[in-house]
């Protein structure tokens, strides 16, 4: 059993296509032991509650600094002492010490064709907006290894999405989960779990 935190900050949809996969069978062998968020509010841990998942918060606004913080998120994480952490629509920046704990054991889903519309400033609707404001006829989702940088470690799996005219951020959004987020964050989890993954010389590969 690969046992995974999973960290979010809002509606939790990629948690709950987690949550679903391994209900139906398509993500086999992980057990997500544990919930962060570091909203109070997040529709996720609502998910998290009806999955009977153990949920807890740890927001920045409750520490003096962040490296208080960022003490008190590492706690959090091992205390459930996971083998991978996902982190899915998380907006809270990784502590640096919890990325060199958890070296190529830290995913994340950006709602783009990296290295397109990433780095800093680039979250949730933005990455939308940036999109079609640029005008790419393609855009997608990625789901990376997490190092240092924002937005800069080991791709292991990108989706396309076709923009259509008349989008709008929100719907690009909407079709870029539906068709390539709930898709390849499960399934990139299940490949995780099977073994099948290796990271070397900053690039990822999946085993045939
Ligand atoms: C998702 O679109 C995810 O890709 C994005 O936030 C959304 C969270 O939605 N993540 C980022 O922009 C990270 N840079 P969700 O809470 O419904 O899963």
Redesign the pocket.
């Known amino acids: 059993m690969l046992k995974t935190v999973i960290c979010?900050?809002?509606?939790?949809?990629?948690?709950q296509a987690v949550i679903d996969g391994i209900a139906r069978g398509t993500i086999n062998n992980v057990q997500i032991v544990r919930v962060i968020s570091n909203n109070k509010k997040a529709y996720?841990l609502e998910r998290a509650a009806q999955a009977g998942i153990d949920a807890v918060c740890v927001s920045p606004r409750d520490y003096e600094d962040r490296e208080q913080f960022n003490e008190a998120f590492l706690k959090k994480v091992e205390e459930a002492d996971p083998d991978l952490i996902v982190?899915?629509?998380?907006?809270v920046v990784i502590p640096p010490q919890l990325i060199r704990r958890y070296e190529n054991r830290i995913i994340?889903?950006?709602?783009s064709l990296i290295p397109s519309f990433?780095g800093k400033g680039?979250?949730?609707l933005k990455?939308h907006e940036a999109a079609l404001t640029r005008g790419v006829k393609v855009t997608g989702?990625t789901v990376h290894f997490v190092d240092e940088g924002t937005?800069t470690g080991p791709i292991l799996m990108q989706k396309a999405v076709a923009v259509e005219s008349g989008d709008t951020p929100e719907s690009l959004?909407r079709r870029?989960?539906e068709e390539a987020?709930w898709v390849i964050l499960p399934a990139c989890l299940d490949l995780i779990a099977a073994g099948k993954v290796t990271v070397a010389k900053g690039q990822a590969h999946i085993a045939e």
């Open positions: 979010v900050s809002g509606g939790g949809t990629n948690l996720a982190l899915a629509g998380f907006l994340n889903i950006h709602p990433c680039y979250y949730g990455v989702a937005d959004q870029v989960m987020e």
